[in-house]
């Protein structure tokens, strides 16, 4: 006597075996779907921390081109180089100007509040004056978008503070901090701008 099989159904081998090969697959799937949005916020970290670095090392060189020259917008009778506060800065610098010339300009940074989202922006004066008064500023270029905090910090050589507004005086060292919030972290980056 024969047994013959019938080929129009699945062995209840076969689908546990199918129902196996899923189930791995599926796992295999989660873990690479877990690793991929892993691997997504180490991505946007690396790439804010690289815009934070640049962002410091621009304001850096632009602080160590600063030249002891008089703010134009100061009120007369004073002589103010260098007009530190805690999230902003006026100073004169040597600064580039296109791409082949540098020229002393006066420049102001700031935090300011664009959509929402705080900025980190500049703007360049020419250091002239027309009837009297000084020649306003060119256009608001941004330096950083979405940053969480802007810090400067001061110091003589000695002490550090959070303001500089000593007259016919440059702060010899300016700390420079920025943070930005990516996803549920704090990037940092900061430097030390040495005027001489």
Same mark, same amino acid.
């Given at each position: 006597m024969s047994l013959a099989r019938d080929k129009s159904g699945f062995m209840l081998l076969e689908m546990l075996v199918a129902l196996s090969v899923v189930a791995v697959m599926g796992a295999l799937m989660t873990s690479f779907l877990g690793q991929l949005g892993s691997i997504n916020r180490l991505e946007a970290e690396i790439a804010a921390q690289t815009e934070l670095d640049a962002a410091v090392a621009y304001l850096q060189r632009t602080l160590e081109g600063t030249r002891s020259a008089r703010l134009l917008e100061a009120e007369p009778d004073t002589n103010p180089l260098f007009d530190g506060q805690p999230s902003s800065i006026r100073f004169a610098a040597v600064a580039r100007r296109g791409l082949y010339s540098l020229a002393l300009r006066d420049v102001h940074v700031f935090t300011a509040t664009v959509n929402g989202h705080t900025s980190l922006e500049h703007t360049f004066g020419a250091r002239r004056l027309a009837n009297g008064k000084p020649v306003p500023h060119g256009p608001t270029i941004p330096i950083l978008d *979405?940053? !969480? $905090?802007?810090?400067?910090?001061?110091?003589?050589?000695?002490?550090?503070?959070? *303001?500089? !507004? $000593?007259?016919?005086?440059?702060?010899?060292?300016v700390k420079i901090r920025i943070e930005a919030d990516v996803g549920n972290k704090t990037i940092r980056s900061e430097a030390v701008a040495r005027i001489f």
């Amino acid at each position: 006597m024969s047994l013959a099989r019938d080929k129009s159904g699945f062995m209840l081998l076969e689908m546990l075996v199918a129902l196996s090969v899923v189930a791995v697959m599926g796992a295999l799937m989660t873990s690479f779907l877990g690793q991929l949005g892993s691997i997504n916020r180490l991505e946007a970290e690396i790439a804010a921390q690289t815009e934070l670095d640049a962002a410091v090392a621009y304001l850096q060189r632009t602080l160590e081109g600063t030249r002891s020259a008089r703010l134009l917008e100061a009120e007369p009778d004073t002589n103010p180089l260098f007009d530190g506060q805690p999230s902003s800065i006026r100073f004169a610098a040597v600064a580039r100007r296109g791409l082949y010339s540098l020229a002393l300009r006066d420049v102001h940074v700031f935090t300011a509040t664009v959509n929402g989202h705080t900025s980190l922006e500049h703007t360049f004066g020419a250091r002239r004056l027309a009837n009297g008064k000084p020649v306003p500023h060119g256009p608001t270029i941004p330096i950083l978008d *979405r940053v !969480s $905090s802007v810090t400067f910090e001061y110091s003589d050589g000695s002490d550090w503070s959070n *303001r500089w !507004s $000593s007259d016919g005086a440059l702060p010899r060292l300016v700390k420079i901090r920025i943070e930005a919030d990516v996803g549920n972290k704090t990037i940092r980056s900061e430097a030390v701008a040495r005027i001489f």
